[in-house]
Every structure is written in structure tokens, then in C-alpha cells.
């Protein structure tokens, strides 16, 4: 099994940056891939970014060229990936989430989510 918690949250100003971080733990060699999502007051979850265990990442439009996700990188006995965010706009405002895609065998894949790391950007 896996699990995963975010940190690095925070309030800033819009223009900003923030960094958040996923920390995975338990059986993290076989992640296939970490995600970041968002979910804002009212809406529905979406992705944001993601990075692949093979360093492919993806990257939602809104995040395509202001967010960066990093590899992943081995630390603390887990993996950890970090999401760099710039020019922090107020619409980026939601609570993000990491979720971890990884294999419970050969065949099949299970996800997992953490709690959630509040972002707040204010105009």
C-alpha cells in the first residue's frame, strides 16, 4: 500500500509563488504515477499536474507554463514530488490534492489521496 500527504499551502498574494510537496510512503517502488488536483468552493475536482514513475510529466492548460512538477525524488525512506507554482492567479484558489496511482500487483492499479493543502491567492 501506499499513502501520500501534501504540505506547503499556504496564503499569498496573486503573482506569487508557492511550492507544495507530496510526500508518499509504504511500498513507493510501485507508484506509477503522482497527481496534483484541485477542487474550489463550488466546483469539481480537477487535475492539475502529473508525473509518471518513467518522468513523463502532464499539465492541465491553466498550469501549462506557470506550474511545475518535479521527478520524483527519493527521500526521508519515501518519494516525494513537488509542485512549483508561479504566477499565482486568484482563480487558482482551491484545496490540492495529491493522489498516487500505483500497482497492487501485475495487473491492477489502486489510487489513494491525501487530505489536502489549502492554496489561497489573494487580487
Known amino acids: 500500500q501506499v499513502q501520500v500527504v501534501e504540505s506547503g499551502g499556504g496564503s499569498v498574494q496573486a503573482g506569487g509563488s508557492l511550492k507544495l510537496s507530496c510526500a508518499a510512503s509504504g511500498n513507493t517502488f510501485s507508484i506509477h504515477a503522482i497527481a496534483w488536483y484541485r477542487q474550489a468552493p463550488g466546483k469539481e475536482r480537477e487535475p492539475v499536474a502529473t508525473m509518471t514513475a518513467g518522468g513523463r510529466a502532464n499539465y492541465s492548460d491553466s498550469a501549462n507554463g506557470r506550474f511545475t512538477i518535479s521527478r520524483f525524488i527519493t527521500e526521508n525512506a519515501g518519494r516525494t514530488v513537488y509542485l512549483q507554482m508561479n504566477s499565482l492567479k486568484a482563480e487558482d484558489t482551491a484545496l490540492y490534492y495529491c493522489?498516487?496511482?500505483?500497482?497492487?500487483?501485475?495487473?491492477?492499479?489502486?489510487?489513494?489521496w491525501g487530505q489536502g493543502t489549502q492554496v489561497t491567492v489573494s487580487s
Open positions: 493522489n498516487a496511482d500505483f500497482y497492487v500487483d501485475s495487473y491492477s492499479r489502486r489510487t489513494t
